[in-house]
């Protein structure tokens, strides 16, 4: 379909309602005028349609075929495309402010409005399905603008203007997906492919009421067969849409039971008040022939019709802020009844001129080629269809995206990525996403090893290969299967590159090489050991007596001596210290008499301990017979593990010193990581 005011492009409108399917086929003649070319109208032959609902998606088709068909036949040309309107049955709306900050002042455009607006519907959109409770699908299907925002100065018009920031007060409506899968399941069995979609009261207030009558408070309400839709206006805007699952059905169903008769038995009944009979004959369920004036059937009709007046008499009030309004028109063939415009006015308390029944008056501008047509109020819904086509064609696009009909703002740019957000697709489903990472320290630093990268989402435009960036266009069938998780991460000590490397003892005159061991916590672990997140490796540099002679696997006799000191099980052992293992106390005498130092030694393991001071500050070192550089550590706060590479100063008064330097009382000391 084009714009184009060539009676060669044509537009197609289908109202497709619970009693009937009425298609017009028309053109834009020029900004006022728009030219019926062809009209058709089929009632459904079954109840296929309940209140405004789809429930027999194959007969709906067929009659959708049938007025295809017709058409078709009459303007000599096959139709593909066509725009629809939807029932309000359980329509959601939301009103929501939304700004949109341009970065700088610049002019504002018509696109940067679209955008805004756009932006709007996706956040009604967010916070309806925050507030719906339920798995329904919304879908929108159409939005009005009550005001415009130059930062926070209300204004009518925005094209034109200049300024940092935007805004909006957007009024959008949405319907369970549902009610609008069955509409394109319906057309597209019919063969034909829906290019625009709109709300039935949105589609009859273009011809109804008029933008200029908008800035009174009025309300338009489209009586058909199982709905009732409702819109209000006020200050040159839509402010509201409702309904009610009440219309003309409901006076039918009234006749079917005073008279005992089927459902198209009494809608002939109800249509019949209208030709002004004196009698008005038909046959019951009994075969029975039956012949009443049309006052009884008029006052069968009584109540039913006070009952839907008042209902929407009531939804309009509420829409309206619990206050009435000016005035209400009446479009669609459920209000056709003479009496019903009188009957709602009582309802909503206003004088009987202030309700009204519009047809033909608002039809004005609307020229039928085909001879015959009666302008009415059945009419009204159907070429609004087609004319709110113009409105939205240049705006937006329908696509499907994993079978969902999503409606894009086409500013000529759009992509998979607009597609996927219109349908709620998760963003991180549609990049690759990693498996868990591990997060574990080792000697005191993090380390953070990430998982495997996964793959992409799989997307086809189409059938055929397509990915995020790619283009889409009008009809396109979109299928997005989620991205993948790669491998979780996982690690074993051996692949550490700081966790290695060996410690050397000279154990009874030998040099033996010792693998650096290792700690998860207060656990030895081995290098096997597949590491967890929230592990804390520690390598350590130094053994215990008890851990070198278990890796040695020899059989500990006797004194044990670390440098030349007798030692515990659990004295630290550090690189380059030696050790003696099977030292009997003959041995021990021997060698301290001969080192003469035996007599000391005795006096020191019954003596008083010593005091030094470890880089300004005193430090006593108690427990040992004497005392050398690396039995400071047992006393003074220092980690040797945390060097990451700096070279360990240690001096004695001065003097550079080892781990087996001896200490005194009243020693020096300096300990430190240069």
Same mark, same amino acid.
């Given at each position: 379909m084009s714009t184009n005011t060539n009676p060669e492009q044509l537009v197609f409108g289908l109202d497709i309602g619970t009693r009937s399917v009425v298609g017009t086929v028309g053109y834009k003649k020029n900004i006022r005028e728009f030219v019926v070319v062809a009209q058709s109208t089929r009632f459904h032959e079954t109840r296929a349609m309940l209140d405004g609902q789809i429930h027999d998606i194959s007969a709906v088709a067929e009659t959708v075929g049938e007025v295809r068909r017709e058409l078709e036949k009459k303007i000599g040309r096959k139709l593909t495309e066509v725009c629809v309107a939807a029932a309000g049955r359980v329509l959601k709306t939301y009103t929501i402010r939304t700004d949109y900050s341009l970065g700088e002042e610049m002019v504002i455009?018509?696109?940067?409005?679209?955008?805004?607006?756009?932006?709007?519907?996706?956040?009604?959109?967010?916070?309806?399905?925050?507030?719906?409770?339920?798995?329904?699908?919304?879908?929108?299907?159409?939005?009005s603008v009550i005001r415009y925002y130059l930062g926070d100065v209300p204004m009518l018009s925005l094209e034109g203007h200049k300024g940092a920031r935007i805004g909006a007060d957007i009024l959008a409506t949405f319907l369970p997906q549902d009610v609008v899968d069955g509409l394109n399941a319906a057309t597209d069995r019919a063969g034909l492919t829906v290019v625009n979609l709109t709300l039935e009261p949105i589609?009859?207030?273009?011809?109804?009421?008029?933008?200029?009558?908008?800035?009174?408070?009025?309300?338009?309400?489209?009586?058909?067969?199982?709905?009732?839709?409702?819109?209000?206006?006020?200050?040159?805007?839509?402010?509201?849409?409702?309904?009610?699952?009440?219309?003309?059905?409901?006076?039918?169903?009234?006749?079917?039971?005073?008279?005992?008769?089927?459902?198209?038995?009494?809608?002939?009944?109800?249509?019949?008040?209208?030709?002004?009979?004196?009698?008005?004959?038909?046959?019951?369920?009994?075969?029975?022939?039956?012949?009443?004036?049309?006052?009884?059937?008029?006052?069968?009709?009584?109540?039913?019709?006070?009952?839907?007046?008042?209902?929407?008499?009531?939804?309009?009030?509420?829409?309206?802020?619990?206050?009435?309004?000016?005035?209400i028109f009446i479009v669609g063939g459920g209000g056709k009844n003479p009496e019903f415009a009188g009957i709602l006015s009582e309802c909503a308390h206003l004088a009987k001129d202030r309700v009204a029944l519009r047809g033909a008056e608002v039809l004005n501008e609307v020229h039928f080629l085909e001879e015959g047509i009666v302008k009415d109020p059945m009419l009204v819904t159907p070429i609004g269809i087609c004319l709110n086509y113009y409105e939205q064609n240049n705006n937006f696009i329908f696509v499907k995206c994993n079978d969902d009909l999503v409606k894009l703002y086409d500013n000529g740019r759009l992509t998979v990525m607009d597609a996927a957000m219109g349908i709620g697709f998760p963003n991180e489903n549609l990049f690759p996403k990693r498996g868990?990472?591990?997060?574990?320290?080792?000697?005191?630093?993090?380390?953070?090893?990430?998982?495997?990268?996964?793959?992409?989402?799989?997307?086809?435009?189409?059938?055929?290969?397509?990915?995020?960036?790619?283009?889409?266009?009008?009809?396109?069938?979109?299928?997005?299967?989620?991205?993948?998780?790669?491998?979780?991460?996982?690690?074993?000590?051996?692949?550490?590159?700081?966790?290695?490397?060996?410690?050397?003892?000279?154990?009874?005159?030998?040099?033996?090489?010792?693998?650096?061991?290792?700690? $998860? =916590? &207060?656990?030895?672990?081995? @290098?096997?050991? #597949? +590491?967890?997140?929230?592990?804390?490796?520690? !390598?350590?540099?130094?053994?215990?007596?008890?851990?070198?002679?278990?890796?040695?696997?020899?059989?500990?006799?006797?004194?044990?001596?670390?440098?030349?000191?007798?030692?515990?099980?659990?004295?630290?052992?550090?690189?380059?210290?030696?050790?003696?293992?099977?030292?009997?106390?003959?041995?021990?005498?021997?060698?301290?008499?001969? $080192? =003469? &130092?035996?007599?000391?030694? @005795?006096?020191? #393991? +019954?003596?008083?301990?010593?005091?030094?001071? !470890?880089?300004?500050?005193?430090?006593?070192?108690?427990?040992?017979?004497?005392?050398?550089?690396?039995?400071?550590?047992?006393?003074?706060?220092?980690?040797?593990?945390?060097?990451?590479?700096?070279?360990?100063?240690?001096?004695?008064?001065?003097?550079?010193?080892?781990?087996?330097?001896p200490v005194n009382n009243g020693d020096k000391v300096e300990l430190r990581w240069g």
């Amino acid at each position: 379909m084009s714009t184009n005011t060539n009676p060669e492009q044509l537009v197609f409108g289908l109202d497709i309602g619970t009693r009937s399917v009425v298609g017009t086929v028309g053109y834009k003649k020029n900004i006022r005028e728009f030219v019926v070319v062809a009209q058709s109208t089929r009632f459904h032959e079954t109840r296929a349609m309940l209140d405004g609902q789809i429930h027999d998606i194959s007969a709906v088709a067929e009659t959708v075929g049938e007025v295809r068909r017709e058409l078709e036949k009459k303007i000599g040309r096959k139709l593909t495309e066509v725009c629809v309107a939807a029932a309000g049955r359980v329509l959601k709306t939301y009103t929501i402010r939304t700004d949109y900050s341009l970065g700088e002042e610049m002019v504002i455009t018509d696109e940067l409005i679209r955008s805004m607006e756009l932006i709007g519907v996706e956040q009604a959109n967010s916070e309806l399905r925050s507030k719906e409770k339920s798995d329904v699908t919304y879908f929108c299907v159409g939005y009005s603008v009550i005001r415009y925002y130059l930062g926070d100065v209300p204004m009518l018009s925005l094209e034109g203007h200049k300024g940092a920031r935007i805004g909006a007060d957007i009024l959008a409506t949405f319907l369970p997906q549902d009610v609008v899968d069955g509409l394109n399941a319906a057309t597209d069995r019919a063969g034909l492919t829906v290019v625009n979609l709109t709300l039935e009261p949105i589609a009859a207030i273009n011809l109804a009421i008029p933008e200029k009558f908008r800035l009174l408070n009025l309300a338009l309400v489209d009586i058909g067969a199982g709905t009732s839709d409702i819109c209000i206006t006020k200050g040159g805007s839509v402010v509201a849409y409702g309904m009610i699952p009440c219309a003309g059905d409901y006076l039918t169903e009234a006749l079917m039971t005073e008279y005992l008769v089927e459902f198209n038995t009494a809608e002939q009944i109800k249509l019949a008040l209208s030709e002004k009979k004196k009698k008005i004959t038909f046959t019951d369920i009994m075969g029975l022939k039956q012949s009443v004036p049309p006052a009884e059937v008029k006052k069968v009709l009584d109540k039913p019709m006070k009952e839907l007046a008042r209902q929407i008499a009531d939804k309009i009030t509420k829409l309206n802020g619990n206050k009435s309004v000016s005035a209400i028109f009446i479009v669609g063939g459920g209000g056709k009844n003479p009496e019903f415009a009188g009957i709602l006015s009582e309802c909503a308390h206003l004088a009987k001129d202030r309700v009204a029944l519009r047809g033909a008056e608002v039809l004005n501008e609307v020229h039928f080629l085909e001879e015959g047509i009666v302008k009415d109020p059945m009419l009204v819904t159907p070429i609004g269809i087609c004319l709110n086509y113009y409105e939205q064609n240049n705006n937006f696009i329908f696509v499907k995206c994993n079978d969902d009909l999503v409606k894009l703002y086409d500013n000529g740019r759009l992509t998979v990525m607009d597609a996927a957000m219109g349908i709620g697709f998760p963003n991180e489903n549609l990049f690759p996403k990693r498996g868990k990472e591990l997060d574990f320290t080792v000697n005191g630093r993090r380390r953070l090893i990430r998982g495997e990268a996964g793959e992409s989402a799989t997307i086809t435009i189409n059938g055929k290969p397509a990915s995020i960036a790619s283009p889409v266009v009008r009809n396109d069938d979109i299928r997005i299967t989620e991205s993948t998780a790669g491998g979780d991460a996982h690690a074993y000590l051996n692949e550490l590159t700081d966790v290695g490397g060996s410690i050397v003892f000279y154990v009874n005159g030998k040099k033996v090489s010792c693998p650096k061991l290792v700690t $998860n =916590g &207060t656990e030895l672990v081995t @290098e096997m050991y #597949e +590491i967890k997140s929230g592990d804390d490796i520690k !390598v350590l540099d130094y053994y215990t007596v008890d851990k070198l002679v278990e890796y040695m696997d020899v059989d500990r006799e006797g004194t044990v001596m670390v440098n030349n000191v007798i030692a515990l099980g659990d004295e630290k052992l550090y690189d380059n210290f030696t050790v003696d293992f099977g030292i009997t106390n003959a041995d021990l005498t021997a060698s301290e008499r001969e $080192n =003469g &130092t035996l007599e000391r030694q @005795e006096a020191e #393991e +019954i003596g008083a301990p010593i005091t030094l001071q !470890v880089n300004g500050q005193d430090v006593e070192l108690s427990g040992h017979a004497k005392y050398t550089f690396v039995n400071i550590l047992d006393h003074y706060p220092f980690d040797i593990a945390e060097g990451n590479g700096r070279e360990l100063i240690m001096t004695v008064n001065g003097t550079p010193a080892e781990f087996v330097t001896p200490v005194n009382n009243g020693d020096k000391v300096e300990l430190r990581w240069g």
